[in-house]
């Protein structure tokens, strides 16, 4: 009966030497498509962040306009013919009609288009730094919507959205538009060490008709 032959030490650190490579690889590869699926939906997330809040400021935004018995701007800030970059405390101010045919008239501009209940304030807040980015660390914002009294007292707040970077109001002199562009940035959640990743940026770009005259 042949006696089976034992490893030597140098097979057995071979066999170790290959197994931790073939680890190794399949760590790599699996941390590689972590990341990968990490900014695919952080990107996911941004676009979806971005089209709901464009849906809601252009609701609003086209039942503002100008009162055409007083001929006032029913878009308070930035003002007309003006451009404005917003960083922490600046806000885009409107009056904006909430209901059509409400049970209560002071929702509608038919009983008084200058009623308080109907102005909205969405104004921009420090909310930290996206940092772990070449370039950084860049000032971050979160989005607030204020509805305002006649003295513009605050009555209500509602957080909106974050991850803010830039967000730009331009209002052509004599225009009934609106064009907003806003952009969107967020670091990549999986970075650790070496040089870090291009930061996932998303932005948006729309000219908005201020329809209610």
């Known amino acids: 009966m042949m006696r089976r032959r034992s490893l030597t ?10 197994l931790a490579l073939v680890l190794g690889i399949s760590l790599g590869a699996s941390l590689s498509a972590s990341a990968s699926n990490a900014a695919l939906l952080a990107t996911a997330e941004l676009d979806q962040t971005g089209r709901r809040l464009f849906a809601q400021l252009r609701r609003e935004l086209h039942q503002s306009g100008t009162d055409a018995t007083s001929g006032t701007d029913r878009v308070e800030s930035p003002a007309s013919g003006a451009s404005a970059d917003l960083t922490a405390g600046d806000a885009l101010t409107f009056q904006t009609r909430i209901a059509i045919g409400s049970a209560d008239p ?10 308080p209940k109907q102005k909205v304030r969405y104004r921009l807040v420090a909310d930290g730094q996206v940092t772990g980015v070449e370039g950084g660390p860049y000032p971050r914002y979160r989005l607030v919507r204020e509805r305002l009294d006649a003295a513009n007292n605050v009555l209500e707040t509602v957080r909106v959205c974050t991850h803010i970077t830039e967000f730009r109001v331009t209002r052509d002199a004599g225009s009934r538009t609106v064009l907003l562009e806003v952009r969107f940035t967020r670091q990549n959640t999986q970075w650790r060490t070496g040089t870090p990743p291009d930061p996932i940026h998303r932005e948006f770009r729309e000219r908005i008709a201020l329809l209610n005259g």
Not at 9 to 18: G, K, S, T, Y
Not at 106 to 115: F, K, L, Y
């Open 9 to 18: 030490l140098i097979e057995v650190a071979i066999a170790a030497a290959i």
């Open 106 to 115: 002071e929702d509608d501009w038919g009983a008084d288009p200058s009623h």
